[in-house]
């Protein structure tokens, strides 16, 4: 299992140099702290902020965890959240829409997100540094965020299932986008029936032929029946996945 590492606020992006051999042989960019941009801008609705990231790696990473901190009016469940998005090399990922409690006054809010590297099949020539000390020591881990993920391993690993609260199912009509953060609603319980506050559920969509999630949200591509998949984003996880059904209509 790869790494988890830990980023805080908006990040700027440093251009790595390596050597390179005679010819034109694609430089590989190793992804790191320095290759993953991060930052806020407003929703297409204009009542709320886009977090994103950008991965600026030849390599893709999974984004594994975000926190919401110092909130200011927030409408958005501050609390830290697993989850398993990933960023392909130089694709941009939104991860969350925060929205306003009260949207006659101002808000504010800081973000903390770890990520970690994604395995993927090198299908071209590269070059790498020989100098690996020229890279520096490794970024810390933001301590907030790694007692959040020890924790989150804890309790997925006591998790028997996965109750979806709301909807029952989705209806979407083709081109139609439904944000899932805000529709969808779970929570993890034991076996006993009782419930686990503060587990990440990773979502996906059985037949992405028929819908797909898109930066405006879970969008309808075709008429057709699929599923909304949920499953405890843990390594401890044991719970069989969750459904939600989801018709895409003319």
């Known amino acids: 299992m790869p790494n988890s590492h830990a ?12 050597g390179c051999s005679t010819g034109r042989i694609p430089v590989y960019v190793a992804p790191s702290n320095e290759t993953i941009e991060s930052g806020t801008e407003m929703n297409y609705g204009g009542d709320g902020q886009f977090v994103y990231v950008i991965n600026h790696a030849s390599a893709p990473i999974t984004i594994t965890g975000l926190h919401l901190i110092d909130c200011e009016n927030i409408k958005n469940r501050c609390d830290a959240m ?21 949207p006659g006054r101002a808000y504010s809010f800081r973000f903390v997100y770890t990520w970690a590297p ?25 301590p907030r965020m790694a007692a959040f993920m020890n924790r989150s391993d804890s309790l997925a690993a006591l998790v028997d299932t996965i109750v979806v ?17 805000d529709s969808v609603q779970w929570e ?24 797909q999630t898109m ?10 029946h699929t599923r909304l998949v949920l499953t405890v ?5 044991h719970a069989p996945p969750s459904y939600v059904p989801v018709r895409v209509m003319p």
Not at 119 to 140: F, N
Not at 165 to 181: F, K, T
Not at 233 to 237: D, E, F, G, L
């Open 118 to 142: 994604a395995r993927a099949k090198v299908t071209v020539p590269i070059a790498v540094t020989t100098r690996p000390d020229t890279l520096g020591p490794p970024p810390a881990v933001d």
């Open 233 to 237: 984003i843990s390594r401890k996880a």
């Open 165 to 181: 609260l709301h909807p029952d199912s989705i209806i979407l009509h083709v081109g139609q986008s439904v944000e899932l953060s």
């Open 188 to 211: 993890g319980r034991r076996a006993s029936g009782e419930r686990l506050p503060g587990i990440g559920a990773f979502m996906s969509i059985e037949n992405t032929s028929i819908a």
């Open 7 to 18: 980023r805080v606020g908006i990040l700027a992006l440093v251009t790595m140099t390596v």
């Open 82 to 102: 697993q989850l398993r998005v990933p960023v392909p090399p130089g694709a941009r990922e939104n991860l969350v829409t925060v929205k306003p409690d009260n």
């Open 215 to 224: 930066e405006a949200g879970l969008t309808g591509l075709r008429v057709g």
